[in-house]
């Protein structure tokens, strides 16, 4: 008999394989039917408790915390200061009318500070809403939705200050809103060029009463700037934050330097119908109209961090006021 026609008692190769693999399963098996029923149980469950950790890890790392802190603003001040400390990655809604920063003004709208939109709100979600102080109605509303509101005082550069580590401190994001404030610190500080003239700063007209103007005063940020330019503000302890134009002249100021956006509003006047009343105002014939100056731009009216361009621009101003001339003895 031939070698290849001799029966052999060895399992052929293709057989080897599939009898090991199930050899090894048994064991396996039989391995784990000894197992203690607890540890049976730990094993099971140790995959998932391992992936419900992994999963509570993200969740509360912060880069996840950094994306839940989403942010809306509900006018320009409180929006310009949320780009400066950082945070614009995390806004995600603007106040009706936003012109500044550009990459925000195809963002959702959600009124303003006096209106918030509430159903666009609710359909957004934000974490936070960052609101300007004085709004207490506005305050009210939106708490009462269930949204965590940041109010922030506009008005002064003190308050300002307070606000920017307010809204850092609140989002994580205190060490740009440090900068931003040291910043400001620095390119605000006193240049003190006017020397003592009498200049009053005019912010607009008021919505209602178109008769009557806003004036900067001693306690908010435009007097103040004015102050650290040396100039004296005839209107600083006017009880009132609205003056007429007659009431404006009455002060005796030696300047009117306008603020506004730079476009004319409805009922807004154009600038050779603006200086022909202020000459129609007068009510005494011998009485002496103000030189009037006019500074303007987007950012003019917004106490942010583009503050520092209002206050190079009043500079621009107040170095180019003449000399007045002497007193002529009677």
Same mark, same amino acid.
């Given at each position: ?148 509101? =940041? %109010?922030?005082? /506009?008005? $002064? *550069? ?10 850092? #401190? +609140?989002?994580? !994001? ?82 009117? =330097? %306008?603020?506004? /956006?730079? $476009? *004319? ?10 200086? #022909? +009343?202020?000459? !129609? ?50």
């Amino acid at each position: 008999m031939t070698p290849s026609s001799q029966p052999s008692s060895a399992p052929s190769s293709s057989s080897v394989a599939p009898l090991r693999a199930a050899q090894s399963r048994s064991a396996h098996w039989r391995h784990w039917a000894f197992k203690p029923p607890a540890l049976r149980s730990l094993a099971l469950l140790l995959p998932v408790l391992l992936l419900a950790t992994g999963c509570l890890q993200e969740r509360n790392s912060p880069n996840a915390k950094r994306v839940a802190q989403t942010v809306a603003a509900l006018d320009a001040v409180t929006l310009e200061l949320a780009y400066g400390v950082g945070l614009a990655n995390r806004v995600v809604a603007v106040p009706r009318g936003t012109l500044w920063p550009p990459e925000a003004t195809s963002l959702p709208k959600v009124g303003s500070a006096s209106e918030p939109d509430l159903r666009v709100l609710r359909s957004i979600a934000p974490r936070y809403v960052l609101l300007p102080a004085g709004h207490d109605a506005s305050r009210a509303a939106l708490e009462e939705e269930g949204f965590q509101v =940041i %109010e922030i005082e /506009t008005q $002064s *550069l003190g308050g300002l200050r307070v606000g920017i580590d307010t809204l850092g #401190a +609140a989002l994580e !994001s205190s060490g740009a809103a440090e900068g931003l404030r040291r910043r400001l610190e620095i390119t605000l500080a006193p240049r003190p060029i006017a020397e003592g003239r009498r200049v009053v700063i005019t912010l607009g007209r008021d919505a209602e009463e178109r008769d009557k103007i806003r004036i900067a005063r001693e306690d908010d940020w435009a007097g103040e700037l004015l102050s650290r330019l040396g100039a004296f503000n005839p209107a600083e302890n006017l009880e009132s934050p609205f003056a007429s134009m007659q009431e404006i002249l009455e002060l005796q100021p030696e300047a009117i =330097i %306008e603020l506004s /956006t730079g $476009s *004319l509003d409805k009922g807004e006047l154009s600038a050779e119908e603006h200086n #022909a +009343a202020w000459r !129609s105002a007068s009510t005494e014939p011998d009485q002496r109209i103000p030189l009037l100056y006019s500074v303007t731009g987007s950012h003019v009216l917004i106490p942010g961090p583009r503050l520092p361009r209002t206050y190079n621009q009043l500079t621009e101003v107040l170095q180019g006021l003449p000399i007045p001339e002497p007193a002529v003895a009677p």
